[in-house]
């Protein structure tokens, strides 16, 4: 058995940030040369400090899903994750056994060599007849003064794509470095130039930020009176959300150190904890917000509020996916990060085999059912705020300043919406949904959303019990 882990960073704010995730999960899931592949966030659920748990295998790669080496690849991933490593990740990327797991870390899919690839078919996409006469390329790199290692790996590309001789030149310019992108007509003489954006996904840097920095007007532009003369730009789609990017990840899971063994074993953990959820199933079971009701051979699952109400009247799920979209908002339109928020939006059914209920569950409640029988079994071990505060860097360090009396009033303001009791916060669960107490779910640990609000409160920033959204 092998699982394949995708790290993606997430929002507090907003739902489309784990979207490429997703997406990539779901290609490489088609091709079935992994048993499961799990997502897991910075900002969403589950966490990084849970994703491990929700794991069936002791084999597991873990795929940091960035564009480049920095920050969270070297410092938050592998902290948060608990392997042990701080710094640069070697190229064959690092393995470390927790917990019973074999677990291999390896570098962000962006500095994979064949990146060069994808930048490539970008490129044809927007002009099919680009030629080294008179064709230039910008590789378009964000940049950053924080970590050195991000442009690296712009510069290497269009290095790679220079000596083959395919443009008549190419550029590396770079949104908040120099050389910056707003200098394009002075350093690039072609008369067609090619903008591909070394951006993992479709956001605000490629949908506003780049256009006005260079003065586009949509995919192809016209400059009747640059320096250089006329030039005509083609801008094309971000490379991290390319079809091929399924293979680069794949490149990079058979690459990683110790990946081509045997595999691993069923995690016995992880499999008594659903064995105890679908025994509870097959009877009719409440967890939190969701009714898990037995049907002949398959089960449904709806908002416990729904009770009663004829199948008809609701918009009735199939997939696993379906479930997931539908509940990543609430009835309003908000994101969910938080999944055991008491938000759950109502008006829907799902119909699922039993292979199916196990991977809606985990998009439904991430770790919950893994996490509360850990508990039940005595083996969940609560991590302090203290411990969680002094963990924290960049630009969560200052939540180390927090006072007692700060921690608790944000917790009385976020953690009261929860369904989970604060074992981090010394409250005591009894019963649990496994004993047929639906709201009986245990929080280990501090989560991010309540990381962000300490610092919030700590800056003054917070404002009376209301959340603030300058995360």
């Given amino acids: 058995m092998r699982s394949l882990v995708l790290i993606g960073h997430g929002s507090h704010l907003n739902g489309e940030s784990a979207v490429a995730v997703y997406r990539y999960a779901e290609l490489i899931r088609q091709r079935g040369l992994f048993d499961e592949v799990i997502e897991g966030y910075w900002k969403e659920e589950p966490s990084l400090r849970q994703v491990l748990r929700t794991t069936a295998s002791t084999d597991v790669t873990v795929i940091p899903m960035f564009i480049s080496e920095g920050y969270f690849t070297e410092t938050v991933i592998p902290r948060e994750m608990g392997l042990g490593h701080q710094g640069p990740v070697p190229p064959e990327g690092v393995a470390r056994v927790i917990g019973g797991r074999t677990v291999r870390y390896t570098l962000p899919y962006g500095v994979h060599p064949s990146m060069t690839d994808v930048i490539l078919a970008r490129a044809r996409e927007v002009l099919p007849d680009a030629s080294p006469e008179d064709t230039a390329l910008i590789v378009l790199g964000h940049g950053t003064t924080r970590n050195e290692n991000s442009n690296k790996i712009v510069y290497q590309n269009a290095d790679r794509i220079r000596e083959s001789g395919q443009f008549a030149e190419v550029q590396a310019l770079f949104l908040d470095e120099d050389p910056k992108v707003g200098t394009w007509p002075e350093t690039v003489r072609s008369p067609r130039v090619v903008v591909v954006p070394f951006f993992a996904s479709e956001g ?108 008809g009247e609701l918009t009735t799920l199939v997939t696993p996916e379906g479930v997931r979209d539908q509940v990543r908002f609430t009835d309003g339109g908000e994101h969910r990060p938080v999944h055991t928020l008491r938000n759950l939006p109502r008006g829907w059914r799902a119909v699922l085999s039993e292979a199916d209920l196990r991977r809606a569950m985990h998009y439904v409640y991430p770790a919950v059912i893994e996490e509360t029988y850990a508990h039940d079994c005595h083996a969940l071990r609560p991590t302090p705020w203290a411990t969680t505060a002094r963990r924290q860097t960049g630009i969560y360090a200052k939540v180390q300043k927090a006072t007692p009396a700060q921690v608790e009033h944000v917790a009385q303001d976020v953690c009261t919406g929860c369904l989970r009791t604060r074992l981090w916060a010394g409250q005591r669960l009894t019963h649990s949904f496994l004993d047929g107490v639906p709201g009986g779910i245990p929080c280990a640990e501090a989560c991010t959303f309540v990381v962000a609000e300490v610092r919030e409160e700590v800056s003054g920033k917070r404002g009376g019990g209301g959340h603030s959204h300058s995360h």
């Fill in 204 to 311: 605000w840097h490629t949908l506003e930020t780049i256009p006005e920095d260079m003065g586009l007007t949509g995919t192809v532009t016209d400059f009747p009176d640059n320096p250089h003369g006329h030039q005509q730009v083609f801008y094309a789609k971000p490379v991290g959300t390319h079809a091929a990017v399924a293979d680069v990840i794949l490149h990079l899971a058979e690459e990683a150190s110790g990946a081509g063994g045997p595999g691993g074993d069923t995690e016995r953990g992880h499999e008594a904890a659903w064995q105890a959820f679908l025994k509870g199933a097959r009877a009719g079971l409440r967890i939190g917000e969701v009714l898990v009701t037995p049907e002949l051979g398959v089960f449904e699952l709806r908002n416990a509020l729904d009770e009663g109400r004829p199948g």
